[in-house]
């Protein structure tokens, strides 16, 4: 995205589009409201349209002169951060990708001749999304040198986007590097491309082992996946309140990206997975257990939401460490310690705190406990009969003939005999 930029004073309008544009210029101290369908504003939003067709169709065929061509070449700022934007575009495997103006949110800059807009982003990455994310922007347009066009003059507007976090994808931020293997997409930047071969194996080894351990589950959207690795906190930052956990201090992320950000009820697009820049250079064993962890509640998708943290997380780590040998399964530092003090199961106070790296492991192992109890398919059926936020204590024991406390304890119980002595 470009940089928002303030429009001082009133640019001479040419004749053409003064013409076309005659009946908005209306003797008030305040500009119009945004209008709908029916009045003069119809013909702004067709030249804008027009605008982000050209846009559109550049992206799509990698043709940079229609896109460069949809932008105000007076603002060599504009247009260089645009180039690394439409760089970054390229290289995505785009299936679909179209603009669309929200013809009702046009707003005229008041003392010139320009015009916010709400732009939708319909973009679906193909074998990675079920369907086309559909995004927002705001963009400001202004009247081309020879006033036969609208062209983009802003990408930005901060205090809009402020308003509408998780709006912006890594490509939006800064340059990207893309790189592909059998399943999946990564996005990485200079400083982490280095690491590429490494997360690229790891998740292609992992789709495997997690589909090979919980199948195909019902309500999940997963096709190949989109890995995000990248130095710049910047996204992430627009991701507050949308992730389990504080994004800062997790190693990995699972980030469900919705059909339309302004219309849960539509779902979810796919499941995108981040690794913290800081885990990268990390043995195999470890960077291919933390990301199968994500990959698993990537492929559960909306299976189970709403079920308690101990659940979702604890099988996440149970199949993670599935294919790795007993002995290289090990525990946080302070997990034994931790686990001694568990009296019922954990909850998001004990996930949000200090020692959650140690609630994972008696999470996980509450999950072991289960599925060597009950069978591995058990640890399903409880996070189906879980989901939607239903009461734990009643579940719990109508399907396992136990309390949560109990439970616990012989999760716990469990962890102590396998890794005391």
């Not at 043709?63 to 070449?73: E, G, I, Y």
């Not at 997963?222 to 710049?232: I, K, S």
């Not at 492929?299 to 599935?322: D, F, Q």
Request: with cysteine.
């Amino acid at each position: 995205m470009s940089t928002a930029r303030a429009r001082g004073g009133t640019r001479r309008l040419v004749p053409a589009l003064a013409l076309l544009l005659l009946p908005l210029t209306a003797c008030s101290d305040d500009p119009p409201p945004p209008a709908s369908s029916g009045t003069g504003y119809d013909d702004v939003s067709s030249l804008m349209q027009r605008a982000l067709d050209r846009r559109a169709r550049g992206l799509r065929t990698h043709d940079v002169a229609p896109f460069r061509r949809s932008l105000d070449p007076a603002d060599p700022g504009l247009v260089a951060e645009q180039q690394t934007y439409f760089d970054n575009l390229v290289q995505l495997p785009a299936g679909e990708l179209r603009y669309e103006v929200a013809a009702d949110t046009i707003t005229p800059v008041e003392g010139t001749d320009d015009y916010w807009a709400e732009v939708v982003l319909v973009l679906g990455l193909d074998g990675y999304d079920t369907v086309p994310a559909r995004t927002r922007d705001r963009f400001l347009f202004t009247p081309s040198r020879d006033g036969r066009r609208l062209v983009i003059t802003s990408t930005t507007d901060h205090a809009w986007e402020t308003a509408h976090p998780g709006n912006v994808q890594p490509w939006d931020l800064g340059p990207v590097r893309v790189r592909q293997a059998a399943g999946v997409l990564g996005i990485f930047d200079d400083t982490t491309v280095r690491y590429a071969d490494a997360v690229l194996d790891a998740a292609s080894a992992g789709r495997y082992d997690v589909r090979s351990t919980i199948g195909d589950t019902v309500g999940s959207v997963a096709t190949g996946v989109v890995v995000y690795a990248l130095r710049d906190p910047a996204f992430l930052r627009g991701l507050t309140d949308q992730t389990v956990g504080d994004p800062d201090r997790a190693d990995g992320l699972t980030i469900a990206v919705p059909v339309d950000g302004t219309d849960a009820g539509q779902g979810v697009a796919s499941y995108r997975i981040f690794l913290n820049p800081r885990v990268l250079d990390q043995q195999a064993g470890v960077l291919g257990r933390l990301v199968r962890h994500e990959l698993t509640h990537a492929t559960l998708g909306a299976r189970g939401r709403g079920a308690p943290l101990w659940l979702s997380e604890g099988i996440a780590e149970y199949v993670s460490v599935r294919p790795m040998p007993p002995t290289r399964r090990r525990l946080p530092a302070r997990a034994l310690d931790v686990a001694a003090t568990a009296t019922t199961l954990p909850g998001a106070t004990q996930f949000g705190g200090p020692d959650a790296e140690a609630w994972y492991a008696v999470s996980w192992w509450v999950c072991e406990y289960i599925a060597g109890t009950y069978g591995p398919p058990m640890l399903l059926t409880l996070l189906d009969r879980l989901a939607d936020g239903v009461d734990q204590a009643e579940v719990v024991a109508d399907v396992l003939g136990v309390t949560p406390a109990q439970l616990a304890q012989r999760g716990v119980g469990l962890m102590e005999r396998t890794y005391s002595g």
